[in-house]
């Protein structure tokens, strides 16, 4: 038994909806049509018996106490015989077949007084003929179905056949336009199948979008610019990172080295110890950065914390590079509890690379601060350093690049990538980091969710 799969294309499954939709509409046209012609053929039929019988019965004259029937002429072909019954004998009749005078004496006994012969094409109406009041006899009159037989053959073929024309039409018209309609569908298929992972500078466009299919190829256009935004984001991150992580490796490389050429003294052994620690601590801060900011984005990362201690946390943190520089940083305590809606340690890596930006770049003093507004909260950290300058708001989150107040300190160590990870951090935990340009000195605010 032959097996029937279902169409795979949106095309093919279209066309067959549109085609099976329109064969079911036009059978059931044709069969109506037909069904409401024969029925209005049959009316007619009815009418001319009725009234070839009326015309048959009032002809009906009584000759000396006997009724005679008169004979009339055939007219238009449709009154084919005459029956005389008189007190249910036939006294007059045409040369008939048995099987027809059986049925034109059943014609007389029918509810309607109508009887079909089907074998014989004929349709037999009983009509009594009323002389003074009291049935003298009745009339069965014949009427021929050929001619309205054949009006239903034909007009049963000819619907058949344009039913089956409009069929034929409706398919190629839908098939056409359906290949129109998807066209630009099949070629985006095509398109996307040949691109590689070299080409993704490359886009549909269709042009300017004038219905669904081009909205839907502008809005893919869209789609994949940002994807390659974002590609190209990470891949400058990922060559920037290399660069950030290749320093502190090469320093610790470097001091093994210097370490092991000769014998030293313990104290120089110390001092290279302590300059691998550094170098290792800030290679193990950038990774824990960039592996918080993962799982923040991949929503592993859950919690909450109190936003005066991540700060305090963060200062003694940043104390040593406070020292070093002789920063005094002073951390405004909240008056009341403030919870921030990540992790203890997320938020001190997103804080941190700020605050030492701040400790770099500041005089004398850095100020932490914390308020909460609506369902955020707002860390503040001001310095009285150079400050940002406008254009450099947004530059200076860029990774590898420091801003013209990081460049006029020597001391000021590594790529730029500080500002860079924290942001990506922050958003990652669906909050921000901006700079101001308003007033001396840096502002920076890092906004995360309340808790």
């Not at 050429?261 to 990774?287: D, F, G, H, P, W």
């Not at 770099?360 to 909460?372: E, G, H, K, M």
Request: net charge positive.
């Amino acid at each position: 038994m032959m097996a029937f799969s279902r169409p795979r294309t949106v095309r093919a499954r279209l066309l067959l909806a549109v085609v099976g939709a329109t064969a079911a509409a036009l059978a059931l046209m044709t069969l109506g049509f037909n069904v409401l012609l024969w029925r209005e053929l049959s009316h007619n039929a009815d009418a001319l018996a009725r009234s070839r019988a009326a015309v048959e019965a009032s002809a009906v004259h009584v000759v000396n106490g006997r009724v005679e029937p008169s004979v009339l002429p055939d007219r238009g072909g449709f009154a084919t015989e005459a029956w005389t019954f008189v007190g249910g004998r036939l006294i007059d009749g045409p040369e008939a077949s048995r099987p027809l005078n059986r049925a034109a004496a059943r014609a007389m006994a029918a509810p309607l007084h109508i009887v079909d012969v089907p074998r014989e094409a004929v349709r037999l109406y009983a009509q009594p003929a009323v002389i003074k009041g009291k049935t003298a006899a009745v009339l069965v009159v014949g009427v021929s179905l050929k001619p309205y037989l054949s009006t239903r053959r034909i007009a049963l073929f000819w619907s058949g056949i344009l039913a089956v024309v409009l069929l034929v039409v409706v398919t190629l018209v839908t098939r056409w336009v359906l290949i129109a309609a998807l066209r630009p569908v099949a070629e985006m298929t095509a398109s996307a199948e040949a691109w590689s992972l070299r080409d993704a500078e490359r886009r549909f466009a269709v042009g300017e979008p004038r219905d669904e299919l081009g909205r839907l190829a502008a809005t893919f256009d869209a789609l994949l610019d940002r994807v390659s935004a974002s590609l190209r984001r990470e891949q400058r991150f990922s060559a920037e990172l290399s660069h950030e992580l290749r320093t502190p490796l090469a320093r610790i490389c470097a001091e093994a080295e210097l370490a092991l050429r000769r014998e030293r003294r313990s104290s120089a052994y110390k001092e290279a110890l302590r300059t691998v620690l550094a170098n290792a601590q800030a290679m193990a801060r950038t990774i824990e950065t960039l592996v918080s900011a993962q799982r923040q984005e991949m929503g592993l990362a859950r919690g909450s914390a109190d936003a005066g201690a991540v700060l305090d946390a963060v200062a003694a943190a940043c104390s040593g590079i406070a020292d070093e520089r002789g920063i005094d940083v002073a951390v405004r305590a909240p008056k009341a509890a403030v919870a921030v809606g990540v992790e203890s340690d997320v938020a001190q890596r997103i804080l941190q690379p700020v605050v030492e930006n701040a400790c770099q770049c500041a005089a004398a003093r850095v100020t932490l601060d914390v308020v909460r507004a609506d369902n955020e909260v707002a860390f503040s950290i001001d310095d009285d350093g150079p400050g940002v300058r406008a254009d450099e708001r947004e530059l200076i989150f860029e990774p590898g690049v420091r801003g013209s107040a990081g460049d006029s300190y020597r001391a000021f160590e590594g790529a730029g990538l500080g500002l860079a990870l924290s942001r990506r951090l922050a958003r990652a935990a669906s909050g921000d980091v901006t700079a101001s340009a308003d007033g001396p000195g840096g502002h920076f605010v890092v906004r995360l969710p309340s808790g």
